[in-house]
Structure formats: structure tokens, C-alpha cells
């Protein structure tokens, strides 16, 4: 007879075992996390462990500032011994646009309760005494960044999810997954040492399996858009000056030159996000790699570590130690999954994660929520699996996947649209806007004109401050279609055709707005059982019994689930997905 629990947990990183012990906390101890090695044997035991809370993205911040305050707390809760240092970090600066990035997240961490503080080379020389301050004009600091230790958090995590109820099953190497009639799924693993199969009963399956999460989604026969990159860090033998001090050195950013350097122990971790950036396994993962790392390339990292030692002088004469040269999963745009699966009831992701160890906190606690009160407390749209849609093949993935890594430390600009792996998806009229000047933005795999250079505008380049020279374009377009009239080629958005004696009825319990009367448009917002926006549709009502609803490109398969299921419990309406044919 089959065993049966509430959750099945696959992957047993510090993602999966902050699903688990978050799934107990909150109640739900009936939950098994399964792991095909040992814990911590995938990307988890060689991460550098570094614990920032900075972040362009207003949900990331909220879970990664969560994530800090938990691991304070955590080795107590768990009674389980974690070496955690909170040190503060410096973010340096060479550029405006640099200390404009640095005022806005500051702005938004002080509204989260963390007092980031933006600081003159002065002040920098005061917090991280070891740093020379040429071609400087400020920096950053977060006094709640630091570093712990990878394997010990994962295993207090799961030593606290235990205490709870939870269940870890070590050597479990799950090869099937197929879902019942009823709706619960059915998981089937492999012991590693015996061979012995076993069929787990789950009501809902979490995948945190991290770089292997594609082939978990293998098994159910769809494709998830992630790629493995090689990042490499340095870490050297003991250094006097770090030996001779009594508190332990802040860590340091330069984001401009692209590198973090840290202590560790006596001596530093130094680890740079090089321009060469090199995606692995575009052929398959081994069947086993846990605990193994790749051959060091420290070509490379040159430029990046001859940087480092001219910003501080005491890293010149440390000699390296080793090297760690290991897998990092990353996804077109760098940020994980974290939500339902498309198409799959009571299947979610959380995996891929480039920053792990930051995020793992925030991402059980977000990953609960999502299974047992069907959403999280925060906004993390960004973070939804649906958001790559058909589009995302496997050289688009490695594509933009490289492109990211390149840029992990570039400033996050307002409207920047970055060309690796474009166009994809083009409508007839793309070369005819692009010849009379068209710059455009790809929304959902579509190349769609954002707006149209004038004069000089051609080279502007993306920035903080708000008087951009592309915006008297901008004004231009605006005032034409108000006093005249404009032509607008607008690809790519998600529509649906609603239909059916009840789609009125099954409409209006569905959006919070008044919905318009027939032929005319009104705009409305789809909430969920709490007030919060689940999607927004441009609702047509185009005769008594039929909508046409417009939604984000971006939302495609968002909204197709959403619909689907509302759908669940109206009869008499009918939905169809209309695809643009190009």
C-alpha cells in the first residue's frame, strides 16, 4: 500500500528544507521532503553563502530581508548551531547612475525597516578601512548583510522542520510522478543504496529540486526554461591583516567592476560575475554530481581579481587556497520560480535559484503560503513559473541566461530592454516600424515599439533620471493620438473570447469593476478571496452573451490556469484562448 502525505517536498537544498520547515510551521507537518543524495549535496554545499537583502525588486527585498531576520533566529529554533556572521556590507560606486540605483533601494529598505545609508569615500574609509577609494564617489551600506554557512542552514531547517512533524527521506531519487483522477499525484522513488522502489500519495508536490528542477518537470512532459552557469570563487590562505583585526571585515561589493570579495576565516572570498560567462550541460546533467565541482578557469576571472587586489591591497599577497568552480541554475531573467505550475493542479515550483541561500528563507515562507492559503503575503509576480512561455527555448534560455550572469551587478534601469537571444516574435509591420526609428520592448517573446527615436535620440541609453530624452519623443506620440489620431501595432497581448448564456453572471463575480455595456470597453481587475490583483482584463462587450477580454502578454499561461479554473464551477460559459497568427 501506497504512503500517503499532505505535501512531497523533491530536493533537498536549502530551498526545499525552508519549504518543509515552513509547511510544518504553519501547520502542515504531514509533508516528506525526498532528496537523491545527501542534503545540501546539489548547489547548496559550495555556495559562498553570502546573505544580502539589496534588491531592485520590491518583492525580492521583502523576502530576502525575511530571510535575514529568520536566520537569526533560526539555530535557536532549531537548536542546531549555524554560523552566521552579520557584518554589514559597502556597495561601492563609481558612477551617478550608480549612486542613483543605490537613493532608490534605499529608499525602498527603509520603508521595509532596514536602514541601508548612502555614504561618501569618506565614510566608506570608516566602514571598510582596508579599501582604497580611487575613481570612487560613495557607497552603500546594508547593515544586515553577512555570510552563514550553506550546509548548516539547510540542516537546521531540516532539523526544525523534524521537530515539527516533518519527514526528510535521505538517497531518494524520485523517476516518476503521474497525477490520479482525484487529483493527488503520485510520486515514485528510487533508493540509492538498495534499489528499492516506493509510491508516495501526495496531495500537492512542491519542486525545489534547484539545477535538476527541468528534469523533474521532465517527467511530466513539459519544459522548464533554466540553464546551469559555471561561477567561480577564490578562496585564499590567511591574510595579517584580516588575522590582526578584531571584528570581522564588512563585505564588499564593487558591482561597477562585477565582483564580491568577503572574509572568510583569516583570509577572503573573492568571487566575480566575469563577462565571459559560461553555460554547462547543454547536453544533460550527469546522473550524479553531487558534492563534485568543474576543473577552475581562472583566466577567466584576470582582470576581475587584479581589480580586487588594486581596491585592497592586503588581497596581493594572499595565496589561493582552492578554488570553487560549481553549478548556479539561472533563468532568462535570473529570477527563481516560485509558484503554480502551468496547467497542473496542486503542483508548484520553487527552484532555480541563483541566490539561494539569501532567498531561501523568504521562499519557504512564501512557498507555504502559496499551498495552504493559495497565495503568498507578498507580491512576487516576477517570480511566477508562467512567465516564459512556448518562446522560451532552450538557445533563447542560454542566451539571455548568459546575459544576465554578465550583467548580475549592472544597475536595474527603468525600462532598459537588453538584446540577447531578440526578436522572436514579430508582427508584418516590424521592419517598416524599425527603419522609421521603432525602439522596442519584448513583452511575452513579442517585439513591441515602445516608442519612436527623434533627431539625437537614437543612442539614448537607459538611466535613473527622470528628464530621459526619449520622453519629448514620447510627448510627441502622446499629443498626436489625443488631438489627431495614432495607429498603434500592439503584438503579443493575451485574449480570450467569452461566450455563453451565463458569461455575464460568471464575469461579473469574477472582476471587481461594473462590466461595460454592450459595445462599449471598460478596463477591470480579477481579485482573489483577499482584495489582492490576480490579473487585469480590458473587458469588450461585444454582444449580449459574448467578452473579449485583453490581458498582459506576459500572462498567457497566467491567466489561461486562472480562467481554467474558474471555469471549474460555470457551466454555461465557455472560454476561448485567442493566439495572434502572424
Known sequence: MAEHVRVAVIGGGAVGCSVLYHLARLGWADALLLEQDELTSGSTWHAAGNC???????GILKLQAYSARLYQQLGEIADYPIGYHITGSVRLSHTGDRLREFRHVRGMARANGIDYEVLSPSELRDRYPLAELHDLNGALWDPLDGDIDPAQLTQAFAAAARKLGATVRRFA???????????????????AKTGEETAI?????????GYRAGEVMALLGQHLPSVSMSHQYLVTEDVPDLLARDARLPLLRDPDSSYYLRQERGGFILGPYEWQATPMWLDGIPEDFSYKLWNDDLQRLDRYIEDACARVPALRTAGIKRVVNGPIPYSPDGNPYLGPARGLRNFFHCNTFSFGICQAGGAGKAMAEWVIEGGPEWDLWPLDPRRFTSYATRSFVVAKAVEVYQNEYAPSFPNEERPAGRPLRT?????????????????????RPAWFARHDEAADAPGFARARPYLGAVGEEVRAVRERVG?????????????GPNAARWLDRLVCTKLPRVGRVGLSWVLN???RILSEFTITHQAENQFYLCSAASAEWHDADMLRAALAAAPGVHVQEVSPRY
Do not use: C, M
Open 427 to 447: 508582427s508584418p509591420l516590424y521592419d517598416r516600424l524599425r527603419a522609421k526609428g521603432a525602439r522596442y520592448a519584448a513583452r511575452g517573446g513579442w517585439e
Open 52 to 58: 544580502p537583502t539589496f534588491s531592485g525588486s520590491w
Open 487 to 499: 495607429l498603434l501595432d500592439l503584438p503579443g497581448f493575451t485574449k480570450f473570447i467569452v461566450t
Open 529 to 531: 478571496e483577499h482584495g
Open 201 to 209: 500519495v501526495a496531495d500537492v508536490v512542491v519542486n525545489a529540486a
Open 173 to 191: 531519487k524520485v523517476f516518476a510522478i503521474a497525477q490520479r483522477t482525484d487529483g493527488a499525484w503520485v510520486v515514485r522513488a528510487r533508493d
